[in-house]
């Protein structure tokens, strides 16, 4: 299993970043994909989930309305659309599949609300 996000990087409040995570080595299409962040200190938070087909979502309270997740399985990629983002969604945010029982990860990629 081999999970890589990109998008992330330094934006002011209130403004939008999209993060992708390129999936390869299982069924993509056959799982449910998540999205967790992390600041230095804290556990890992999840933040999103969608289902296999990506007819279904799920967020963290404090990103309701704000973030969206999608997924193209046709690509093996799933995405988080994130807007009007805080200082308090500064952390780094992973993709994470869980699979046989076991959680794969991302290296993780930046993201910094700032002005």
């Known amino acids: 299993v081999q999970l890589v996000e990109s998008g992330g990087g330094l934006v002011q409040p209130g403004g939008s970043l999209r993060l992708s995570c390129a999936a390869s080595?299982?069924?993509?299409?056959?799982?449910?994909m998540n999205w967790y962040r992390q600041v230095p200190g804290k556990e890992r938070d999840l933040v999103a989930t969608?289902?296999?087909?990506?007819?279904?979502?799920a967020y963290a309270d404090s990103v309701k309305g704000r973030f969206t997740s999608s997924r193209d399985n046709a690509k093996n990629t799933v995405y988080l659309q994130m807007n009007n983002l805080k200082p308090e969604d500064t952390a780094v945010y992973y993709c994470?599949?869980?699979?046989?029982?076991?959680?794969?990860w991302g290296q993780g990629t930046q993201v910094t609300v700032s002005s």
């Open positions: 969608i289902n296999s087909g990506g007819t279904s979502t």
């Open positions: 994470n599949v869980r699979t046989r029982g076991r959680d794969n």
């Open positions: 080595g299982f069924a993509f299409s056959n799982y449910a």
